[in-house]
């Protein structure tokens, strides 16, 4: 697994900590060790690339990030708090406020428009703070489709629809976790 941290000149203080991890998987009587004394400490505005083959323990480690797993052995910190010692309740109220996930396929109601989908994760969200019809609106500009905003997904491109997978954004994560975001873009749009 080859990690590479790039900086951001923001500061503060440590979003995600990850200390001598180990990550098994028990099926019947095997145990399968996936993680093996993984070490990780993320600031505040910092970028994380993890690349590797499949199968090397890079989604368990997301996974871990985003309170979906915990691990076997050793600590794992999200915005200090020890997911060991957090009920499913308290990992379930952490995620909602503070991680997102974007993903590279276009997981979109039909029925709905672009906007609408984008609208959607806000219905879940936690965050009182966030107008989210203005930030959706920002997002779509930014992203450069705010003309296919009452367009449903079949009529997008499959890059519009990569853009409009933008919806993590929406509700302003600490954490954003992405698998291969910019996957169908072109390199102009994609950086």
Known sequence: MNIIKNSLPEGGFPIVGVSNVRKSYVIGSL????LSDIDLKLERGELLDIMSSSGSGNSTLVN????????TEGQALVRGRDLNRMSDQELAILKGLEIDFSIRTFNSVPLLTAFENVLLPTFANMRINIDPTKRARELFKVMEIQNRVNHRP???SGGQSQRRSIVPLINDPTILLA????????????S
């Open 31 to 34: 145990e399968i060790p996936v």
């Open 64 to 71: 871990l990030i985003d309170c979906l797993d915990r691990p």
């Open 154 to 156: 079949r009529k997008l």
């Open 179 to 190: 698998d291969e975001p910019t996957g169908n873009l072109d390199s102009r749009t994609g």
